[in-house]
């Protein structure tokens, strides 16, 4: 697997994490849904533009390594 497939796949598995938070948010509308979502969702999508962001860089430096391997 790449890193881009890795990071694709944690973005798919994050949209379909995202669209069952939406559904569960109908129905659970107390204090503790608020602060799941302030302090779990929010903070979980911070940590996975980071992740992709760290992901993306290391594709290019795995990139780069094997372009100078091979030359």
Do not use: H, P
């Not at 799941?36 to 290019?60: C, H, T, W, Y």
Request: proline share 0%.
């Amino acid at each position: 697997m790449s890193l881009y497939e890795a990071s694709g796949n944690i973005a798919k598995a994050f949209k379909e994490l995202s669209i069952r938070w939406m559904n569960v948010k109908t129905i659970w509308t107390d204090e503790n849904a608020e602060r799941f979502e302030s302090d779990v969702m929010r903070s979980l999508e911070r940590d996975l533009k980071q992740a992709a962001e760290g992901i993306d860089s290391m594709n290019q430096l795995v990139q780069a390594a094997k372009r100078e391997c091979s030359e």
